[in-house]
T-cell receptor, first 113, second 109 residues
C-alpha cells in the first residue's frame, strides 16, 4: 500500500469560501502531483512539484494554487470556491524525476454549492 | 482529438472470459506506456508498464505497437475481482503523463 494521504475525503462547501486540500506522503518522494477527475473522465494534471520550493502548473488551467515547503506535504488551495470547481481531486507522488510509477492518494471529492 | 483514446465500454463479460482493451495515442514522441486500474470511487493504481517487446504478468498481457501508436491489454480467465476501469497512460515528456478516460470492465458470475 502506498503511504499517501489526502484530507478531507469529502467536502461540501458554499460558493466564495477559501479551501485547502491536504496531501501528505511518507515515502520521501521528490515529485508530487495534483490531478482533477470528473466522473467517467480522464485525469487532468493541474499542478506538480519536483521538490521543496518547486511548483509548476499542469496542462489544465486551474484557479488553484499549491505550495511545497516540506517534501512530504503538497497542499492545494482555492481562494474562492465556485460550483465549477466541483470535482474529484487526486494527489500523487513518484520516487524520482525518472520514475514513472505514480502512487495516488484516495482523493478528495469536492462539491461547491 | 484526445491525446489518449480508449473505448469507454462498458465491457460486460462472464467469469473465465478473455477480454482485450485497446488504446491509441496521438503523440509519436511518447516515451513510456502503462495500464492503471481504477476501482469505483478509488484512486488509480499501476497495473503494469508496457514494453516494446510486449510483456506478461500472470493473466495480463500488454502489447505496444509504436508504428500504429497503439497499446493493448489482454486479460485471460477473467475473475470477478477484475471488475474495474482500466486506464491507458502515456508519458509524453519527462513530466507529462496523459491519461485516457478509461475502459470499464464488469465481470459477471
Amino acid at each position: 500500500e502506498a503511504d499517501i494521504y489526502q484530507t478531507p475525503r469529502y467536502l461540501v462547501i458554499g460558493t466564495g469560501k477559501k479551501i485547502t486540500l491536504e496531501c501528505s506522503q511518507t515515502m520521501g518522494h521528490d515529485k508530487m502531483y495534483w490531478y482533477q477527475q470528473d466522473p467517467g473522465m480522464e485525469l487532468h494534471l493541474i499542478h506538480y512539484s519536483y521538490g521543496v520550493n518547486s511548483t509548476e502548473k499542469g496542462d489544465l488551467s486551474s484557479e488553484s494554487t499549491v505550495s511545497r515547503i516540506r517534501t512530504e506535504h503538497f497542499p492545494l488551495t482555492l481562494e474562492s470556491a465556485r460550483p465549477s470547481h466541483t470535482s474529484q481531486y487526486l494527489c500523487a507522488s513518484s520516487r524520482t524525476r525518472t520514475s514513472d510509477e505514480q502512487f495516488f492518494g484516495p482523493g478528495t471529492r469536492l462539491t461547491v454549492l | 482529438r484526445k491525446e489518449v483514446e480508449q473505448d469507454p465500454g462498458p465491457f460486460n463479460v462472464p467469469e473465465g472470459a478473455t477480454v482485450a482493451f485497446n488504446c491509441t495515442y496521438s503523440n509519436s514522441a511518447s516515451q513510456s506506456f502503462f495500464w492503471y486500474r481504477q476501482d469505483c470511487r478509488k484512486e488509480p493504481k499501476l497495473l503494469m508498464s508496457v514494453y516494446s517487446s510486449g510483456n506478461e504478468d500472470g493473466r495480463f498481457t500488454a502489447q505496444l505497437n509504436r508504428a500504429s501508436q497503439y497499446i493493448s491489454l489482454l486479460i485471460r480467465d477473467s475473475k470477478l475481482s477484475d471488475s474495474a476501469t482500466y486506464l491507458c497512460v502515456v508519458r509524453v515528456r519527462r513530466n507529462d503523463m496523459r491519461f485516457g478516460a478509461g475502459t470499464r470492465l464488469t465481470v459477471k458470475p
